[in-house]
């Protein structure tokens, strides 16, 4: 397997046994891939020549009308349509774009570049990606589906065929389609689970007015409803990362140039933003005013198992926070890196949870990291001021916290 990138020090260090991005056990995976010659990254495309399946994993960011900027996409698919060779080489577009894209756009490019055409001597699928980060090699090696969309025949059988080759008796169901719709399929699954998030969090701010109400009780039980399903039903401080955000976006941008009414997704998105707000009210009336406070923010990263904190809800609430003249310190155990590059010396960066809660007036947590839930209520009576905890996250146990703290958190009626 060969990985091309245009980012030299990217290729570099994948080379070197170094992923580009933190999840638990990529390293020594890919390690072991480069070591035994199973992987090699490159910048040259040529090395494309002799591969008979191409995977477009480039990135689609947002662009202002919230749509999405296919020019790497566009580039990949210059370079790669240069160099293809043998009878039937088949690209797959793992990228996220939006319905339409890979028909109307990717494929005339792509037969202009290689002098080929789709389904006599060019294969072309649609293979919508749907891992998650942090558990991507979980999410990669057991799937719940697999979807694939083609125009021709042969492009659709060979992608299939592919898979039922690697996951051979544990084959996930696949779907075969058209382009367009397994195109829709990414965008419908990533809005419908946004949309789960802003249901739970606005269940949860309505569990907060009712005294001794708790949304991990309302969550748990309504998730044993099949009809509901129990995942991606934990209140938080509002989804970020790379895809939620983004895909909501353009799913918006698109339906609207569809003449669609796209209320539902604008309240998704509404909502999401509001809960960052959310957080630093209920803070900033717990605390008595923000303004001077030192404020110990455990955790960075968009959810727990990553460091990215791309769009992440701590980097808006951190914003908040400091609007509002608190002192901020940070911790993750993974994200300071990343978190540096965006708020460099805004905030004071500590070394542990323990250095940040030393002297603080208010701990918050914003990622579900499960060393922050191994911290036992002494630590924080004896290391904070005033041991003021609001669990963004629900990661402690409030009854087993007992009386020494003051704690709050997402949903919890106090
Ligand atoms: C998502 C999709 O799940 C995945 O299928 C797609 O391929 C890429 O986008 P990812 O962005 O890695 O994956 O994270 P995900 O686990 O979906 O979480 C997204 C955000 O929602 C995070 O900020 C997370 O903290 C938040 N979330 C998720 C909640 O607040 N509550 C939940 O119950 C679940």
């Known amino acids: 397997m060969v990985g091309i990138d245009v980012d030299e020090d990217k290729v570099r260090a994948l080379n070197a046994g170094k992923p580009t991005v933190y999840e638990k056990g990529v390293s020594s995976l890919l390690r072991r891939a480069s070591s035994c010659g199973r992987f090699s990254g490159t910048t040259h495309f040529k090395e494309l020549a002799d591969a008979?399946?191409?995977?477009?994993?480039?990135?689609?960011?947002?662009?202002?009308?919230?749509?999405?900027?296919l020019s790497v996409v566009e580039s990949a698919i210059r370079s790669?349509?240069?160099?293809?060779?043998?009878?039937?080489?088949?690209?797959?577009?793992?990228?996220?774009?939006?319905?339409?894209?890979?028909?109307?756009?990717?494929?005339?490019?792509?037969?202009?570049?290689?002098?080929?055409?789709?389904?006599?001597n060019?294969?072309?699928?649609?293979?919508?990606?749907?891992?998650?980060e942090g558990s991507a090699i979980r999410d990669t090696l057991f799937p719940d589906r697999v979807v694939v969309g083609a125009e021709d025949g042969r492009s659709g059988r060979e992608m299939i065929s592919f898979y039922k080759r690697f996951y051979a008796k544990h084959t996930p169901p696949i779907v075969l389609t058209d382009l367009g719709t397994a195109e829709m399929i990414k965008y419908a699954g990533n809005a419908f689970l946004a949309m789960k998030v802003s249901y739970i969090n606005t269940i949860a701010r309505i569990?907060?007015?009712?005294?001794?109400?708790?949304?991990?009780?309302?969550?748990q039980a309504i998730g044993l409803d099949p009809r509901v399903g129990g995942r991606f039903l934990q209140a938080g401080p509002g989804y970020?990362?790379?895809?939620?955000?983004?895909?909501?976006?353009?799913?918006?941008?698109?339906?609207?140039?569809?003449?669609?009414?796209?209320?539902?997704?604008?309240?998704?998105?509404?909502i999401n933003t509001s809960q960052a707000v959310h957080v630093i009210s209920s803070l900033g009336r717990l605390s008595g005013g923000l303004e001077g406070k030192i404020v110990a923010v455990l955790g960075l990263a968009f959810k727990a198992e990553t460091d990215d904190i791309r769009s992440a809800p701590s980097i808006r609430i951190i914003d908040a926070l400091l609007l509002r003249k608190a002192r901020v310190r940070v911790y993750d155990p993974v994200a300071m890196e990343n978190t540096r590059k965006v708020l460099r010396d805004r905030v004071t960066y500590s070394r542990s949870a323990k250095e940040s809660l030393k002297g603080a007036d208010v701990c918050l947590i914003l990622t579900e990291w499960k060393e922050f839930s191994r911290l036992t209520p002494g630590v924080f009576s004896k290391l904070m001021r005033r041991p003021l905890i609001y669990d963004a996250r629900r990661i402690l146990e409030s009854r087993k916290l007992g009386k020494s703290v003051q704690y709050h958190a997402i949903g919890l009626g106090s």
């Open 52 to 69: 008979k399946l191409i995977f477009i994993c480039v990135g689609t960011p947002s662009v202002e009308d919230g749509g999405i900027d």
């Open 80 to 120: 790669v349509g240069g160099v293809l060779g043998g009878k039937f080489p088949l690209v797959v577009m793992k990228s996220t774009v939006i319905p339409g894209t890979t028909a109307n756009k990717v494929k005339p490019l792509l037969e202009r570049r290689s002098g080929r055409k789709v389904g006599v």
């Open 122 to 132: 060019l294969g072309l699928c649609s293979n919508p990606e749907f891992l998650r």
């Open 207 to 219: 569990c907060e007015k009712i005294p001794g109400s708790d949304i991990e009780v309302v969550a």
């Open 240 to 270: 970020g990362g790379s895809c939620f955000p983004k895909d909501v976006s353009a799913l918006i941008s698109f339906a609207r140039r569809k003449g669609v009414d796209t209320s539902l997704f604008e309240a998704v998105q509404d």
